[in-house]
């Protein structure tokens, strides 16, 4: 299964990514998450891509088609892929067409922006291996550290409110738009995300499984 997890930032694409991904074996990619490790490691990449996530904007187009390029074409990938975080912009998804890669569906979570920032607020992230947490919806076994490695949960900094609100606008100008990209290849999936996490998954499953 080849499927593009749509969705504004904290609608909670990534939990459901890393169900989905458990349930089918097949890896999860996240340009955020290739995008955070550079940022760590100091590579050319990440300084490049530093002042645009901060400010909770889009990395320029090429940058992250790059990226994909790069780890779509790795071995684990040949099984199928789940894409959270990409495309984000027309272009991003019409150079995935381009790559000859078709998607078997794009599945948008919906939230509303009211809901996305209160559940920004309380998010947090394992500085040592990126798990996400949340201090109402996912709490760590021990606060403020992570269950799988027991590195400290922090703030992302793109998390803080106002960088929030900037990433919500980004999101409605630049990547809702999708919807209506894949709505015309008849892909496009839509789910109500729930206050409950297991509840927006059994959707998700549902939905998936209908493809
Ligand atoms: P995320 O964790 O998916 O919310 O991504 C964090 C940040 O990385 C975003 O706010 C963007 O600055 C950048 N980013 C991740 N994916 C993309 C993408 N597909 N296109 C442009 N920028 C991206």
Do not use: W
Not at 2 to 25: C, D, F, M, R
Not at 174 to 192: A, G, M, S, W
């Amino acid at each position: 299964m080849k499927l593009i997890l749509l969705g504004a930032p904290g609608a909670g694409k990534g939990t459901q990514a890393e169900i989905i991904s458990e349930t089918y074996k097949i890896p999860t990619i996240s340009t955020g998450n290739i995008i955070r490790a550079a940022l760590k490691e100091g590579t050319e990449m990440g300084l490049k891509a530093k002042a645009y996530t901060e400010k909770g904007e889009l990395v320029p187009d090429e940058i992250v088609i790059g990226i994909i390029k790069e780890r779509l074409s790795e071995p684990d990938c040949n099984g199928g892929f789940i894409l959270d975080g990409f495309p984000r912009t027309i272009p991003q998804a019409e150079a995935l067409d381009n790559m000859g890669i078709a998607v078997d569906a794009a599945l948008s979570i919906e939230v509303e922006d009211s809901e996305i920032v209160k559940r920004m607020s309380g998010r947090r992230v394992c500085e040592k291996c990126g798990a996400s947490y949340h201090t109402e919806y996912k709490k760590p076994q021990k606060d403020g550290i992570c269950n799988a490695c027991g590195g400290n949960l922090v703030i992302r900094k793109d998390d803080e409110p106002e960088t929030v609100l900037n990433r919500l606008s980004v999101y409605h100008e630049q990547t809702e738009p999708l919807k209506d990209y894949y709505n015309k290849q008849n892909k496009l999936l839509i789910v109500e995300g729930q206050d409950d996490v297991k509840d927006t998954t059994a959707l998700v499953l549902k939905a998936i499984s209908e493809i």
